[in-house]
């Protein structure tokens, strides 16, 4: 396994941190609107996951969920954190999971957007065997082609869709690619399992990830907030910030900073 490394990140506000990390394929500009929104409750530190955003590697060799959730407990580290509220969305999301297993310690509470604990079907592994390929041979455009229109919901701001274009054009073929088989090798996360302050928020109009599986989800955790976001698909937090900022600073509002 290759080594964890520190990540670089952008960071607003002060207190307590918050750690955010984006989705596939896309980078720390997607939580702009988080920064801005939630640097009154939270030091906000939006982290570029390896080979995405200002992080730049040499190879693509080890990429797991796993790895990047170690780089995630690099970068607290190095940043002198003992824990933090940490929020990840769709891939992101599979990352908190894995931080979750593997750092427990470190994490007072969570926040899931537009994410789900289920690892990939037979049918799905092949699917993301193929996408790479693809990607490898042809570039980001089969992404652009195939993922861009599913991740908004019916009325997207031609913003919010330039934007996400912008960071699927920015991220390195290769790095799609290794991301794509990361995500294909991951495990089933047992949700039940976490015992801190949860909050999920999820797109109403998510065509990725249902909605309704996420309330299913929230609802067989222990200790989970559950909000539909309107107006919104897979990116959530980009499509309705309007709705997912007060959403989140209510949760924070009540998450005690550990000793
Ligand atoms: C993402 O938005 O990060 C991806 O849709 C996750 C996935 O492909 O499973």
């Not at 652009?144 to 919010?160: A, R």
């Not at 698909?233 to 980009?238: A, D, E, K, L, T």
């Amino acid at each position: 396994m290759s080594d964890p490394m520190v990540l670089t990140y952008e960071e607003r506000g002060g207190g307590p941190a918050l750690v955010l990390i984006h989705g596939f394929p896309l980078n720390s500009s997607m939580w702009i609107e988080q920064l801005k929104g939630l640097a009154k409750v939270r030091t906000v530190i939006a982290v570029n996951l390896r080979g995405h955003g200002y992080t730049q590697i040499d190879s693509t060799d080890g990429f797991s969920m796993d790895l990047f959730a170690d780089d995630v407990a690099a970068t607290i580290e190095d940043i002198g954190l003992d824990n933090v509220d940490l929020c990840g969305l769709s891939m992101g999301g599979y990352v908190a999971m894995a931080f979750w297993r593997r750092h427990a310690d470190k994490v007072r509470s969570l926040i899931f957007a537009d994410t789900k604990p289920e690892a990939d079907s037979d049918e799905g592994k092949a699917g993301r065997e193929k996408t790479a390929a693809a990607v490898r041979e042809q570039g980001i455009q089969p992404l652009i082609d195939g993922v861009l229109p599913k991740m908004f919901g019916p009325n997207p701001s031609e913003g919010v869709v330039e934007a996400c274009r912008t960071m699927f054009e920015a991220t390195p073929p290769e790095v799609a690619a290794a991301d794509l088989l990361a995500m294909r090798d991951r495990p089933d996360s047992a949700l039940p399992a976490i015992d801190v302050p949860c909050l999920w928020v999820h797109g109403e109009g998510d065509q990725l990830m249902p909605v309704d599986a996420a309330k299913a989800h929230a609802a067989s955790m222990r200790d989970c907030t559950f909000v539909a976001v309107p107006d919104a698909g897979h990116m959530s937090p980009m499509e309705n910030p309007g709705v997912v900022n007060p959403a989140i600073t209510e949760f924070l509002r009540k998450v005690a900073p550990k000793k």
